[in-house]
């Protein structure tokens, strides 16, 4: 059979896990930390998972045909996995985007072809992010009923309420990391935006192995807008799920999938993803520098001496050149 492959979608998934010998060394700790590189996929993040399962999903539902466009609101990767899965397939492509999000996430979609809109700029999410104090749950349903309700030909793809993003990490990214550790895994480690990676491959996971722990990553009290400071530098893509109201979680995130919740402050995802890249050579975005963080927490406590932790590490390091990140 040859190699050669026919599309990009043929590239998503398959990811590789790496052991960070040298980080483990230089910490003294005595519990294996094991990476999975979402970067590997064909637009360097784990979104591209989603972007191409909730794209055929739709297909096979008849909801998304020739000649539509997709729309979507997000906060980059799955802007970009979708634009970039959209060009392939030929469809249009429509993102709103916050507006905090680096440049560089504008710019990849735009490269693909995609429209890029600020969220705060469509004057219905405005509006609801100004009274609700930032609920993105509110603000992005408001955008549905409001404004793409109306619209003919389009296919809202709605990653916080699509079942196909879970459903994704429970057929690929859970049994990649069962297979490639031989059922090997005593913790997984993940960030939740829409929790559909935690869910998804913490449901696989628990299904071969009930004792497997899963910690999900939580960004901690100074890195949340607060009054004091509204735009602290955050963790891109993770948000809160523990202690606020049921109805701003998103419907892709189960509630009962965690072992434990485990708070991350900016500076210390910052601190993890620097040190990574000078001990085993690499380049992850914040949210893989929070896992990273959180791994080594746990492979310090006396109970997991010998334990294998594995933790998703979503995106590159090169879609944060323009922040502070490796400064
Ligand atoms: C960089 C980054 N890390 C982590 C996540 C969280 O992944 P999930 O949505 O599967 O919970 C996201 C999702 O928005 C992301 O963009």
Do not use: C
């Amino acid at each position: 059979m040859s190699g050669i492959k026919k599309s990009i979608t043929e590239l998503v998934g398959h990811t590789p896990l790496l052991e960070l010998t040298n980080y483990e060394k230089k910490n003294n700790l005595e519990a294996e930390i094991v990476v999975k590189l979402e970067y590997y996929n064909p637009n360097q993040s784990v979104k591209d998972r989603i972007a191409l399962a909730m794209i055929e999903d739709a297909e096979k539902k008849g909801l998304l045909k020739p000649g539509y466009t997709i729309v979507e609101t997000t906060s980059g990767n799955t802007g970009i996995g979708l634009a970039a899965i959209a060009a392939t397939k030929g469809y249009r492509f429509k993102v709103y985007i916050q507006d905090q999000v680096s440049i560089e996430r504008f710019k990849v979609i735009q490269a693909f072809g995609g429209e890029t809109i600020k969220l705060g700029d469509e004057p219905v999410v405005a509006k609801v992010l100004a009274e609700t104090g930032g609920d993105f749950v509110a603000a992005i349903k408001e955008l549905e009923e409001k404004v793409l309700s109306k619209q003919k030909n389009i296919f809202f793809v709605n990653q916080v309420a699509n079942p196909a993003n879970p459903e994704v990490h429970k057929n690929t990214t859970g049994p990649e990391i069962w297979e490639d550790t031989e059922g090997k895994v005593d913790i997984l480690v993940a960030s939740v935006g829409t929790g559909g990676t935690i869910s998804g491959a913490g449901a696989f996971l628990k299904s071969k192995n009930p004792d497997i722990k899963i910690v999900a990553i939580q960004p901690g009290p100074n890195s949340l807008p607060s009054v004091e400071n509204p735009t602290p530098p955050d963790i891109t893509g993770v948000h809160s799920f523990f202690g606020i109201p049921a109805e701003r979680i998103p419907s892709t995130m189960d509630l009962n999938i965690y072992d434990e919740a485990f708070e991350v402050e900016t500076y210390q995802a910052y601190e993890a993803a620097r040190a990574v890249a000078k001990s085993d050579g690499i380049l992850i975005g914040t949210s893989s520098g929070a896992a990273i963080y959180v791994a080594t927490q746990l492979a310090k406590r006396p109970e997991n001496k010998g334990k294998r932790i594995v933790a998703v590490l979503p995106d590159t390091g090169l879609r944060y050149l323009s922040t502070g990140l490796f400064e």
